[in-house]
């Protein structure tokens, strides 16, 4: 009888030890991934965006987004320094953190990812495209907003 019980009350402890992280890691497996896409410069051909989000719980935002260079020169310009598509996020005051897919002297066809885990910045994500030469923004498209 000593046998029995002693095998229930450790066959009890092992479930419970083997419960506590399964149920943490679900937690984060639940949060579903969604794609977005990053508006293009009106009139310029030159940089497409897009990426995913995942919200893994109210404080947390998972995201990632890709840029290519679709062209080789900005319209009415020299040859373009740089290209990307830029993620900002915002908590419910209104700061804001960013994570960019940047491709620094690039050719057509060149891409670029980037990934970042932001904390405390989970309330609104909005995106955009940009192109710029020796350290200035020449174009920017629309900001869209994703959530």
Same mark, same amino acid.
């Given at each position: 009888m000593l046998r029995r019980i002693s095998t229930i009350l450790a066959? %009890?402890?092992? /479930?419970?030890l083997c419960a506590l992280p399964a149920s943490a890691a679900t937690s984060a497996a639940h949060a579903s991934t969604h794609k977005f896409t990053v508006p293009t410069m009106t009139h310029h051909n030159i940089v497409t965006g897009w990426g995913t989000y995942q919200k893994i719980n109210a404080l947390r935002v998972r995201v990632h987004v890709c840029a290519k260079q679709t062209g080789g020169q900005f319209a009415g310009g020299g040859p373009t320094f740089a290209v990307g598509a830029v993620v900002v996020v915002s908590n419910a005051a209104g700061a804001t953190k960013n994570v960019g897919a940047v491709i620094i002297n690039g050719h057509r066809g060149s891409n670029?990812? *980037? +990934? %970042? !885990?932001? !904390?405390?910045?989970?309330?609104? %994500?909005?995106?955009? !495209?940009? *192109?710029? +030469?020796?350290?200035? /923004?020449l174009a920017k498209s629309a900001i869209k907003k994703i959530y």
């Open positions: 066959s %009890l402890a092992m /479930i419970g670029v990812c *980037a +990934n %970042l !885990t932001f !904390t405390f910045f989970s309330a609104h %994500l909005k995106v955009y !495209t940009f *192109a710029g +030469n020796r350290g200035r /923004i």
